[in-house]
């Protein structure tokens, strides 16, 4: 291990850890606002618009695809050409397509800029969580991630709020609710705006002075010194190291990590974000009576996700990645194939059996694959992979997140509501299975590098 690398991974967490965790993590913010947000926009929308359900399953989906975009292509620029290349340009991108929602004439037109606001989220996506892992202690590397991808949830719920106050403000509140992300987007805008490249990547590059200048603003304990003698002896162990390209993600060396990274989070997305979506909409099928009531559920809901979420933070990095979420893609097929039961069962379960059914389903998500699908992808490659593995990950994600957000209202029409809850539970069954064939545990465990081989 490289003296540098030991280094940072020894450090105990700073303020300056804390300001990249929250400046990269408030990215996943907006992610979760926007998601939720429309959700209930589309409560609103629909009664406006009277969209067919194909032409809602592109609303739903518009965003996904283009965060399957923006994944593509933001892992590999940042790889390349650095992290922060693209750390404002995304969040930029996300700002004006969030004002130009509220302002859509026309079906199509939402679609067109609800895809421009995805390509900002899904090129932010691998680059929040590289940036975030390769600043991290190993020890604490776990944790720290689970802790900040809570604001997913924290922002799901603020916009549930938002949602429910601007229920009520007439025929264009849908468009106050989709244009109020632009809002949070400012924020991350001004905490990014003078952030450093990460270390590693200075490192990988040869820049020595660079990455120097931001070991000291990191770490200034160690002395100048200290600091050119540690970077020195890495830029000499990584001299003459294999340059990778995107296409080793699919060699012999690394397909089955990728593999690893990429079907489980497809499962997981299948679940999530068809429930996500269409939550409200659905709660209105299954016992509650008013869009009042709906969003309420809904944000309730959302809310239960901290009783998953913070037994992870807590034990991540002592239980691993993979236990976690093996536990808790189980939660997720058992909660989902409970109501399915229920509602073949008794045709019309009591609201608090369905409620049952969707709060382990929450529960076990937070705490396992919700999370944990986020964070494998950042340890499996070597700094030049990182960003283009987790961003090909992210692609592969929202591709089942879109086709069971496009699906899900000709499924649910065809198949009723038990029979799409179980096609959702099997989801969380095959999630299970992959993640017990595939899984590669790397908890606490230094990120890997390509080093030259006379350093092996």
């Not at 991540?316 to 409970?338: C, M, P, S, T």
């Amino acid at each position: 291990m490289s003296a540098v690398f030991t280094t940072l991974d020894e450090q105990s967490i700073t303020r300056r850890h804390r300001r990249v965790l929250w400046a990269s993590g408030l990215g996943i913010f907006l992610d979760g606002y926007d998601l939720s947000i429309m959700a209930i926009a589309l409560i609103v929308l629909k009664d406006q618009w009277h969209p067919s359900s194909a032409a809602l399953g592109l609303l739903g989906t518009a965003a996904l695809v283009g965060a399957l975009v923006g994944g593509l292509l933001g892992g590999p620029i940042a790889d390349r050409f650095g992290r922060k290349t693209i750390y404002l340009i995304d969040i930029a991108a996300f700002f004006f397509a969030a004002l130009l929602s509220g302002f859509a004439w026309d079906i199509a037109s939402l679609v067109a800029f609800r895809f421009l606001l995805g390509l900002g989220v899904g090129a932010d996506y691998p680059l929040s969580s590289t940036y975030m892992a390769e600043f991290m202690p190993k020890d604490r590397r776990g944790a720290v991630m689970t802790w900040i991808f809570g604001l997913w949830m924290g922002g799901a719920v603020v916009s549930s709020l938002v949602g429910l106050a601007l229920l009520h403000t007439g025929p264009d509140a849908w468009r106050w609710m989709l244009a109020s992300g632009a809002l949070p987007a400012i924020l991350v805008l001004w905490m990014r705006r003078n952030l450093p490249e990460s270390p590693r990547w200075y490192l990988r590059r040869g820049r020595v002075a660079d990455a120097e200048r931001v070991v000291a603003w990191l770490a200034p304990q160690l002395s100048a010194a200290e600091r050119r003698a540690a970077l020195e002896e890495t830029a000499a162990a990584m001299e003459g190291a294999r340059r990778h390209n995107w296409l080793d993600l699919f060699g012999k060396r690394y397909l089955k990590l990728t593999l690893y990274a990429c079907i489980p989070w497809f499962m997981m997305d299948v679940m999530g974000y068809a429930l996500a979506i269409f939550l409200p909409l659905m709660l209105l099928h299954l016992g509650l009576k008013t869009n009042e009531q709906a969003v309420i559920g809904n944000t309730l809901f959302s809310l239960a996700f901290v009783i998953g979420w913070i037994p992870l933070a807590l034990l991540i990095d002592r239980i691993g990645r993979r236990r976690a979420q093996i536990i808790g893609f189980l939660g997720d097929a058992l909660g989902l194939g409970l109501v399915g039961v229920l509602l073949v069962a008794l045709g019309e379960p009591p609201f608090w059996a369905v409620a049952t059914g969707l709060l382990l389903f929450q529960i076990s998500n937070s705490f396992g694959p919700g999370t944990t699908t986020w964070i494998i992808p950042t340890e499996l490659y070597p700094t030049e992979l990182r960003a283009s593995g987790h961003g090909f990950a992210t692609a592969v994600s929202r591709l089942g997140a879109a086709t069971s957000v496009f699906l899900l209202p000709t499924i649910q029409a065809t198949l009723g509501e038990a029979g799409l809850l179980f096609l959702l539970a099997g989801a969380g069954g095959v999630g299970v299975v992959t993640t017990l064939w595939l899984g590669n545990e790397m908890a606490r465990e230094t990120l890997p590098e390509s080093l030259a081989r006379k350093a092996a």
